[in-house]
């Protein structure tokens, strides 16, 4: 569907309250097929991975795509900090949502990997909407196989690693897409730099495998010791010490409870909205940034919408940031 068309009571429903007309991120237009994308021609494309066959807790993530889209009672305009308006500034898309066949992991990620390697092969850049944080994995691969060229790191901002070797035997679940990017040499574990780390997972013996390959990691503790803006510096420096390009990873349980109760693994003690959308804002502003997912929003255990609310504000902090480099001129620059 081409919005641009004159088609009257279309327009009328686009051009009206954020709660009237097609239910896209943002009331962007839907495009559907790769051709569609050829002809667009977009800078940024938003899937959604309705997936949460990895979840070794609450289920119900795979709702979170359509209740993300839907979150915001005002469509994005200006960003009143940066000034920018960045729907005006770049050409964005929805791209629909990855076909994701309940329980079958194999043939769900595989659809998930194809979807976002039809956006990232033609240089755009990916924004999808988990599912749990297994999808990370098809959507960090399809973007490294995509900048095949150049050196991918992760900056993750979560609760937890995500390193386990397996769970419970599942090695596609939600605690275990970084490790696997790791062991199948999609990234180097000296590329990949974490934010908020705390609780009682994982044991010992993950974090040895994690220092073994490199990883760095910030604890909660030392956000609230030393300020979520100083962590995010160092973390950013990080990111940019050897990668030619970041990949970011949001999972809402890094924020505490408070700010985000509709998750599968809540941990309580984590960051505010807040500090999570200045780090956002700090990681894409600062860094060539190819690809995002926003992970375990859950909406079954959040019937306020607050988690749904924050989850749209983090893809849109993104896209503000996106939009400063492209006004400058440096969006998309190797």
């Not at 807790?57 to 915001?72: D, L, M, Q, V």
């Not at 964005?92 to 992991?105: I, Q």
């Not at 924020?255 to 941990?267: I, S, V």
């Amino acid at each position: 569907m081409d919005w641009d068309e004159p088609r009257a009571n279309l327009r009328a429903q686009v051009d009206g309250p954020a709660f009237l007309g097609p239910g896209t991120f943002s009331k962007l237009p839907l495009v559907t097929e790769p051709a569609d994308l050829d002809r667009v021609r977009p800078d940024v494309a938003i899937v959604g991975a309705p997936w949460d066959g990895g979840t070794t807790t609450r289920p119900g993530a795979r709702f979170a795509p359509r209740s993300i889209r839907g979150a915001a009672y005002e469509c994005a305009g200006r960003h009143v900090l940066l000034g920018v308006a960045p729907l005006e500034v770049l050409r964005v898309v929805d791209y629909g949502d990855a076909e994701c066949p309940p329980g079958l992991a194999a043939a769900a990620h595989d659809s998930i990997r194809r979807r976002v390697s039809e956006i990232a092969c033609r240089g755009i850049v990916p924004v999808t909407m988990g599912g749990d944080h297994s999808i990370t994995y098809p959507c960090a691969a399809a973007v490294a196989g995509a900048h095949a060229g150049r050196r991918v790191g992760i900056v993750q901002f979560d609760a937890h690693p995500d390193t386990a070797e397996h769970s419970w035997g599942n090695e596609r679940s939600h605690g275990t897409p970084i490790r696997r990017l790791i062991e199948d040499g999609l990234v180097r574990g000296e590329d990949v730099v974490q934010v908020g780390l705390r609780g009682y997972w994982p044991p010992e013996s993950t974090f040895a495998w994690m220092r073994e390959r490199g990883i760095r990691w910030h604890l909660m503790d030392e956000v609230l010791r030393e300020g979520a803006a100083a962590v995010v510096e160092r973390a950013v420096a990080e990111a940019l010490d050897g990668p030619d390009a970041v990949y970011l990873t949001v999972d809402v349980d890094v924020l505490d409870p408070a700010f985000a109760p509709g998750t599968g693994a809540p941990e309580p003690g984590g960051m505010t909205s807040s500090d999570l959308l200045a780090g956002i804002r700090a990681v894409a502003t600062r860094t060539p940034l190819v690809g995002m997912d926003v992970v375990e929003v859950c909406p079954p255990f959040d019937p306020t919408e607050i988690t749904a609310h924050v989850a749209n504000r983090c893809i849109m902090e993104a896209l503000s940031a996106l939009a400063l480099q492209a006004r400058a001129g440096t969006l998309g620059r190797e």
